[in-house]
DNA sequence: CTGAAAGCGCTTACAG
DNA sequence: CTGAAAGCGCTTACAG
């Protein structure tokens, strides 16, 4: 079996005690007893059971995070981050992919709980995080509005709604089209379309709007994308809320044989690791991620020392366009 | 402060022994007390505290996950499969990003054994693994040899890598070369290299090889196709061990000029979703991921039943071409 | 059908 | 400077 406390205990010849203040380094030992506590340690391969730790101290150090799904390059690459950041600071994460579906995120919010996670940080819209919130549990939103008082970190998606829209419209387009995901929820990322919305308005014109109703699916995306093509054969110019459907939008019109960006420019959003490898040629805004994690994870510590001292309720991080040959 | 079973006991006018067999449902309880309990548990808003629990039971349903990193859509959509398909199975997946850092991976190891997980999933040559497998650690490992107990998963790597080489010999190409990571390891993945060298010798021709150092370093992999284009003038078609080093060298190459697959024809390896997506084009070896998780999970829910009936230790899981335009 | 007692592996007052 | 005792929240023999 493991070694315990007790098994280095008696190797030591010192009291459980001793071997847990060499451990946690607290409280006065002397140096040779502490020599002879980790030689024992040692011999017998010893390590802590933080299990047992975090029953006593009512501390996991375990982060849970929720999003839809490491598949999306966006989260694949903020989980990346996020993860590793909190190594660097000894917490460890509890990953859940939910897919967006309100069943298993009630689950996996039960499970992160009983699991005495010391905080949540969540991408998509659990409204059960609500509950627990104001009962004390420490959360972190991004992208997603929960409520009054759950921090949302976020690019900041209506200056880069209106980089790519006003981009759009200087490169001289003027049949411009938004692909979006379906509007139910109120999101910040809902702010890149409203961008849109606003400065079409401005100049005079009247909006555009596709909605892919599952954003998962390669299909619905498709699908959706034809009917755009087919309702507006005349479309010159396309801002996609996402370097996703905004690649899936190019290999439409690729093979329905219009030249991007000669017949219609295009600007996704984004701006991963992966879709600038993939598809440099796309032009998009790209959203600090690592910033966005590490900003974050800065808000949701503190939550968790209860330093309620002033981290911001609302944190707009800077996009960059990133300019390919697509638009 | 959260409730506990002796909350709950005291509210149902039970003992927590009772309010424990309800909860797992053990030995006989009438309907009466299973009520009243229920009730209770209820009012209370109460959830068992999986810590304590693990701690009793020396079963955490913790699964560890090592991985270089959920940026790269490989991983990221292996990781997806897994987390969700242990979700299913009621584990829990604490993730880790490795990124090849062997330093890295040995703070997480001992993390993970900190925190008593039932089983690790490898997908990174941690050699330290294999101590602790010794010790009745449940380990499986996917692309990688760690021992000759640890039960490894893969895609049918010489399979593809003969079908990637075949189509490029077939489509007439007279300078094959082939980018790879480099080749310290004697990994599965490394059968794409052989079938490569395998079939360039029965062709008579002399194998070209060209090394990543650094796998997720974008700069590291443009210095090593800028040589290959300087030294190799005259290639004309390139197999790449990977997507994102297909995409690379597609983007090398148009960008001096070479039409693809005009001039060179491509092959990838792996044909992820997000690949599929954002570079439609590329023609590709593609992985059965989902089937390599569950594969994967399967035998390392056996290891951790400790059924060592007679689960395999090599599988090799089937490929298929995706043919693009590329080749 | 139900409860009192002991124990999972640790830590922290409290004594000495 | 070191140790005995109690307790973190649960579960499981063992009695009754």
Sequence with gaps: MKPKIE???????????????????????????RDKVQKAMNELNYFPNDVARTLFNKRSN????????????????????????CASLGYKVLLCNSLNQIDKEEKYLEMLLRNQVDGIIVGTHNRGILDYHKQGLAVVAIDRYLSETIPVVSSDNYEGGKMATDLLIEDGC????????????ETPA?????????????????????????????????????????EC?????????????????????????KNVPGDVKVVGYDGTETAQILLPQLTTIKQPIELIAKTAIDILLKEIEREFTDFPLETRLPVKLSKGTSA
């Excluded at 280095?8 to 006065?28: D, E, F, I, M, Q």
């Excluded at 919305?197 to 909006?207: F, H, I, K, S, T």
């Design 7 to 33: 098994d280095v205990a008696k190797l030591a010849g010192v009291s459980p005690t001793t071997v847990s203040r060499v451990l946690n380094n607290r409280g006065y030992i002397s140096n040779e007893t």
């Design 233 to 257: 054969p005349e479309v010159d110019g396309v801002f996609a809320t996402n370097d996703i459907f905004a690649a899936s939008f190019i290999n439409e019109a690729t093979s329905r044989g």
């Design 174 to 185: 003027k049949c411009i089209a938004l692909i979006d995901g379906v509007g139910e929820l």
């Design 62 to 85: 375990l982060i849970g995070l929720i999003l839809p799904t490491t598949s999306n390059p966006f989260f694949g690459e903020l989980t990346f981050h996020l993860e590793n950041i």
């Design 190 to 230: 809902r702010l890149r379309r409203k961008a849109y919305v606003d400065l079409m308005e401005e100049y005079g014109r009247a909006p555009i709007i596709y909605e892919i109703p599952e954003v998962f699916d390669k299909k619905s995306q498709q699908d959706v994308i034809s009917r755009l093509f087919h």
